[in-house]
């Protein structure tokens, strides 16, 4: 933990803010003040603080609720409310809202460095026992490998460099790709999302670059494309593995130039912008088999961020179904604040192909269907699903007796028959080695493909 402990203090007071951080700054920390709650919101995003001082009236947005959107970013972090106007019952809100303490002013600053200190050390004792949870605005981590990503933001937004983003779809890129724009520079500025995957060639075409009137049959007027839309900021060029080799060499061009021509235009455009790209495939290989430029990938992939697969992250499971939890309880207005232990489990045992999408979307729905205040098995359609590939990888088939029912022998001999001929194919018809595929007796297996007249069957 950080020997100098960096501690925010919103107080719309500037004689408080200095006060506190003249205080704080003798003793060893590192303050931060903020007069305004929304800015303080936005230090949280960029600073990692070990401590926070609110003040209970301020305009615009009051302290109980800054709490609330603080303790929704930063969990762990003990926060201290600080008041002008004590009573009871602001206190009472200021503890149910997981305030650490409640001061008075005007304060005691020797019991406020002791308090400080009491803070702290509880946090450290916390931090010791439990990962610490980094969020960056919806982002939400506690797992070694997404921390270290999410502690590199900062640094790797403060530059101007491209960046390639890799890992499984529903993984989080374009959530990390939006949290780099919103710490750079450039966050005031346009952040523009494209999907490379999910337009036609000729018409991603058009939406990237633009176009001028009587371009082609229907271009009735002159459209700007999406990277001069986000000229001055950021471009997000999901799928960038899907492009053809004509984009392909368009884009390297708008890379390395830095212009563009719109289509049915003679005249090169200026453009400012910085390309932040995602991809599910492995580009490298790509690259390797000519599917992809090499200049290209050099070009877009000069930081690389690989985002590991939620299975690979485990660790994180839990803080994301506290978060989609809260979030969904309220969407919905549903009061479901719990997930029961065997639930959790049932999720921490799953391999997640679809990643953080597929969480959410399992959570989601079992709120909507849920009519306790609690998430158990039952509610959770992968507890289903789990057991089902379960059977699939034991060679297990677990029939489904239809509505209006079924004509079991002819239904049973159906299967049979067709077990014998993926058995003679897989093979390639050698019979003593289809009837040990089956487990059955060589004089078993020909009885059976005579009763079925499989014995000329071509495989």
Do not use: W
């Amino acid at each position: 933990m950080d020997s100098n402990p960096k501690i925010l203090i919103v107080d719309d007071q500037e004689s408080i803010g200095v006060l506190l951080s003249t205080f704080l700054k003798k003793h060893g920390y590192q303050p931060y003040y903020s007069s305004c709650p929304k800015e303080a919101l936005n230090l949280l995003d960029k600073e990692s603080f070990a401590l926070a001082f609110i003040d209970i009236k301020m305009p615009g947005m009051d302290g109980l609720t800054l709490l609330d959107k603080v303790k929704e970013k930063r969990p762990e972090m003990p926060v201290i409310i600080i008041t002008a106007y004590p009573s009871i019952d602001t206190a009472v809100k200021a503890m149910h809202g997981e305030a650490y303490d409640y001061v008075v002013k005007p304060f005691n600053l020797e019991e406020l460095k002791q308090l400080v200190q009491k803070a702290l050390s509880q946090r450290k004792s916390v931090a010791k026992s439990k990962p610490e949870n980094i969020y960056y605005g919806n982002i939400i981590a506690s797992s070694p490998s997404m921390i270290k990503i999410l502690e590199q933001l900062p640094k790797i937004a403060s530059t101007k460099a491209n960046v390639l983003i890799m890992g499984e779809s529903g993984t989080g890129k374009e959530l990390i790709a939006r949290a780099i724009h919103r710490l750079s520079p450039r966050k005031d500025q346009p952040f523009v999302a494209v999907n490379c995957g999910g337009l036609p060639e000729t018409l991603l075409e058009s939406e990237l670059f633009g176009y001028k009137k009587g371009a082609f049959t229907g271009a009735n007027a002159d459209r700007i494309g999406l990277f001069q839309s986000a000229n001055k900021g950021t471009i997000f060029l999901d799928e960038i593995g899907e492009l053809s080799s004509l984009l392909q060499v368009k884009l390297l061009r708008v890379v390395e130039e830095k212009t563009l021509k719109p289509l049915g235009s003679t005249q090169e455009l200026k453009i400012d912008v910085r390309i932040i790209s995602a991809t599910n495939r492995n580009l490298e290989r790509e690259v390797i088999e000519g599917r992809f430029r090499e200049d290209l990938y050099f070009r877009l992939n000069v930081i690389p961020i690989r985002v590991p697969p939620l299975r690979e992250r485990r660790e994180d499971i839990p803080v994301l179904v506290e978060y989609f939890l809260k979030k969904y309880s309220q969407e919905l207005d549903k009061d479901i604040r719990h997930i029961s232990s065997s639930a959790l489990s049932l999720l921490m045992e799953y391999d997640f192909p679809g990643n953080v999408r597929e969480l959410e979307n399992i959570i989601e729905r079992s709120i909507a269907l849920e009519s306790s205040n609690i998430i158990l098995p039952e509610s959770l359609v992968i507890a289903k699903f789990k057991k089902e590939k379960e059977q699939e990888k034991n060679g297990q088939i677990k029939p489904i007796l239809p509505p209006e029912g079924m004509d079991l022998e002819k239904t049973l001999a159906e299967i049979e028959k067709d077990l014998l001929l993926q058995a003679l194919k897989r093979s390639h018809g050698v019979k003593k080695k289809a009837a040990r595929l089956l487990n059955l007796s060589f004089r078993a297996f020909r009885y059976k493909l005579q009763k079925y007249n499989l014995e000329k069957e071509e495989v």
